[in-house]
């Protein structure tokens, strides 16, 4: 199986544990998850940091809902890859918004008129590291086709609620911070693309 990497192109071994009762967690509305080991060959520790550095990966693949056939069901290799490309291109695009608002956050910061206590609190985030995952098995074997991320440990917490400008209720003490700053960084997204994007969660 070849990874594509927006760092380089290597040569790789990915193993999907698609055991259904060790799914990673319930299977969401359009994808399910598996844990997932990469090996790269030919890696040297001069090698740039990329997902294929990370020691816990995860793989996820689209599926759909039949009414009529109790289950999950697969997408023709072409759907699949097509709807799997817009998942991972979701999230590079959402990694070049965080890095916008980043940098106008530094240019806010360089003026010195942000008080130090501000300063503080200013949370360090980052979009989860994704690549997209082709088989390239001739017999056609291998025809899943994942979207594969680093893992992120910890519970999950929603900070905004999809389609919302303000901060999730459920919030607490240092989600409070990340969930305002989030609600401030939609706002520089939207303004700095002439109010054309805004990630809604």
Known sequence: ?????????????????TN????IGTAGSFKTCHSAMVSVLGA????PLSILSA?????????????????????????????????VNCLYWGGSLVGMAYMFVDEMLKTGKVSQDVVDLIPHLRVVRAVLAI??????SLDAIYLVEEKI?????KYINNNSTVAADSLHGR???IGLFLCFVQHVQ????????????
Do not use: W
Request: aromatic share 8%.
């Open 1 to 17: 199986m070849c990874i594509v990497s927006c760092i380089s192109y290597r040569s790789t071994t990915l193993a999907v544990d």
């Open 20 to 23: 259904a009762r060790l799914m």
């Open 44 to 47: 040297s520790s001069s090698s």
């Open 55 to 87: 020691t816990q990966l995860i793989a996820k693949r689209v599926f759909f809902q039949d009414n009529q056939v109790k289950g999950h069901r697969r997408f023709g290799r072409e759907d699949e890859l097509s709807k799997t490309l817009d998942e």
């Open 135 to 140: 088989p390239d098995g001739l017999d056609g």
């Open 153 to 157: 440990h910890g519970r999950f917490i």
């Open 175 to 177: 989600e409070v911070v």
């Open 190 to 201: 939207y303004q700095l693309t002439n109010s054309m994007v805004m990630p809604s969660r």
